[in-house]
């Protein structure tokens, strides 16, 4: 006979788990993307190098956001 699974601790309600499933999906999609973006974009006729373009239009917004809060930090330090 199977055993039943243990009961969900007190934290993980309904709300959590949601929020989990959601953040996995995300992740999941996001990672999925630049895959997807090698192949769609030679179909459309480009090449290797438009495949690069690519890449680095999608990872410019994370490199200057976080050069800015590294200048950021400096200017306003947190202090605990």
Do not use: E, Y
């Amino acid at each position: 006979m199977p055993r039943a699974p243990p009961p969900a601790p007190a934290w993980a309600g309904r709300n959590h788990s949601l929020l989990t499933a959601a953040a996995i999906a995300t992740n999941l999609g996001a990672d999925d993307s630049l895959i997807a973006a090698a192949f769609a974009v030679p179909a459309a006729g480009g090449d290797a190098g438009d495949v690069g373009l690519v890449a680095a239009a999608r990872s410019l917004p994370l490199v200057v956001f976080c050069s800015s809060a590294a200048r950021w930090r400096t200017v306003c330090p947190v202090t605990a």
